[in-house]
C-alpha cells in the first residue's frame, strides 16, 4: 500500500508565503503525476498545479506567478511554493499521485493515491 503525507500547511497573512510538502511512501513502483488539489468550504475541489514524471508543470490560471511546483524523485516527495498568497487561496490542500505500485509476484498495478490534506488560511 501507498500513504501520502502532507505537510506545510497554516495560517498566514496576505502576501506571506508558504511551502508545501507531499511524501510518497509505500510500495512505489514508479510515480507519473504529482498535482495538488484545493477545497475551500463549500466549493469544489480543484486542481491548482501539477508535475509530469519529467518535470513538465501546469497551474491553475489565478496561481501562474505565485505558485512553484517542483519534485524529488529520489525522495517520491512533490512540493508547492506558495508566494504573494491572498485570502481567496484559503482552503484544505490535497496532494494527488498516480503511478505504479508493487503488487504479488513481481507484477505491478496502478496506483492513484490522495493525501488527508493540509489547511492553508490566508487573513486579510
Known amino acids: 500500500q501507498v500513504q501520502l503525507v502532507e505537510s506545510g500547511g497554516g495560517l498566514v497573512q496576505a502576501g506571506g508565503s508558504l511551502r508545501l510538502a507531499c511524501e510518497a511512501s509505500g510500495s512505489i513502483y514508479s510515480v507519473n503525476d504529482m498535482d495538488w488539489y484545493r477545497q475551500a468550504p463549500g466549493k469544489q475541489r480543484e486542481l491548482v498545479a501539477g508535475?509530469?514524471?519529467?518535470?513538465?508543470?501546469k497551474y491553475k490560471d489565478s496561481v501562474e506567478g505565485r505558485f512553484t511546483i517542483s519534485r524529488d524523485n529520489a525522495k517520491n516527495t512533490a512540493y508547492l511554493e506558495m508566494n504573494s498568497l491572498k485570502p481567496e487561496d484559503t482552503g484544505v490542500y490535497y496532494c494527488?499521485?498516480?503511478?505504479?505500485?508493487?503488487?504479488?509476484?513481481?507484477?505491478?498495478?496502478?496506483?492513484?493515491?490522495w493525501g488527508n490534506g493540509t489547511l492553508v488560511t490566508v487573513s486579510s
Open positions: 494527488y499521485v498516480d503511478g505504479l505500485q508493487h503488487a504479488a509476484h513481481g507484477m505491478r498495478t496502478g496506483m492513484r493515491v
Open positions: 508535475i509530469s514524471s519529467i518535470g513538465v508543470s
